[in-house]
C-alpha cells in the first residue's frame, strides 16, 4: 500500500515580498518556489515576468492579494538590450528568426525617432503572448501553428531612453510605461521604423508601482532566511513589505476604534472635523497605524470596500 504523504501545515503570512526573479523561470515557476518554501495559505504575484527576463516581480501573500490591483496598474520601469538584425517570431531570443537586415543605425537615428514611441501610442502586442484570442491564450495558438492576429491597442510609454551601445550591433534602452506595454513589441517596432530589424536580447524590470531594485530579495537569499530561521513566518516576516505598501497612491485616513469596528461590519463612517477627508474616491483607513479597509470617500463618508484582517493585528 502507498504511503501518504503527510501535508505541510499552511501559515498566515501578510505582506508584500519583492523577488529578483532569475533568467530561466515562469513567473508561476517562481511562485511555486515561495510557496514551497513558506508555505502560506494564500500567495499570488503582481504581473508576469517572461522566463527570459530578470527582476522586479512583487509577490502578495495574505490580505496583500486584496492589493494586487493597485500594483498592476502601476507604471513599471525595463531596463532591456536589443539585437538589430534580426526578427523572431516571438521578439526574443528563444523564438524562429523570421526577418534579417544589414542596417544598423546610428545613435543619432535611434534618437530621432524615440519620441514617435512616447506619449500615448498603438502597439500590436507580440504573438507570443499571454492575451486571449477566442478564449485561447496566443502564445499556445502560435505554437500549435495557427494564424494569430491581435488588433493594436493604446498604451502609455512615459519615458523612452538610449542609455549605452555596446556594440554596433546592440542598443540598450530604458523605459517607464503604463498597463499593457510589451517591451518585446516596443523594440520590434523600433527596429521596425529605423529601417532594420530587431528583437530583445535581455530584458530586467527595475520596479513595478511602488517597489523597486532596493526592494528585490533572490530566491537563495530566501532560501537562507528560511533554513535560519525558526519557522518559514519567521524567515519570510523579515523580508516582508506592509500590506499597505500597495496603497501609496491613495489618501490614508485615520480613525477611531469605534469607527473601526462600524468598518469592520461592513457600515460607512461619517468623518467630521480635521479627519474628513476632502477628496472623493478611493482612500485607505487605519486605525493606530494599523491597515484596516480600502474605502470610497464621498460627501465626507467613507464606506468600506476592502476589509483588511492581518495576522496579529486584532
Known sequence: MKRQQKKHPKFDIDGWLVLDKPIGLTSNDALSRLKRLF??????????????????LPIAFGEATKTVPYVMDGRKVYRFAVRWGEETDTDDPE?????????????????????????????VPPKFSAIKIGGERAYDL??????????????????????????????????????GTYVR??????????????????????LVGPFGEEDMVTLEELAEAVEKAE???????????????????????????????RLRRGQGVIMRGRDAPVL??????TCQGRLIAICTAEKGEVKPRRVFSIAGQQ
Not at 102 to 123: K, N, R, S
Request: charged content about 30%.
Open 95 to 123: 523564438g524562429q528568426v523570421i526577418a534579417t537586415s544589414d542596417v544598423c543605425p546610428e545613435a543619432d537615428d535611434i534618437h530621432d525617432v524615440l519620441p514617435e514611441f512616447t506619449g500615448t501610442i498603438e502597439q
Open 185 to 206: 513589441a516596443l523594440a520590434r517596432d523600433i527596429g521596425r521604423r529605423l529601417g532594420t530589424c530587431a528583437h530583445v536580447v535581455e530584458l530586467r524590470r527595475l
Open 280 to 285: 472623493g474616491g478611493e482612500v485607505y483607513i
Open 39 to 56: 508555505h502560506p495559505k494564500k500567495v499570488g504575484h503582481a504581473g508576469t515576468l517572461d522566463p527570459v527576463a530578470s527582476g522586479c
Open 142 to 179: 502560435a505554437r500549435e501553428g495557427a494564424e494569430v492576429e491581435l488588433k493594436p491597442r493604446e498604451i502609455e510609454v512615459h519615458r523612452l531612453d538610449l542609455v549605452d551601445m555596446p556594440d554596433a550591433d546592440t542598443a540598450v534602452f530604458e523605459s517607464e510605461c503604463g498597463k
Open 231 to 261: 519557522t518559514p513566518v519567521v524567515a519570510a516576516e523579515s523580508e516582508l513589505l506592509a500590506v499597505e505598501t500597495a496603497l501609496q497612491d491613495l489618501p490614508e485616513v485615520a480613525v477611531s476604534r469605534n469607527d473601526e469596528a
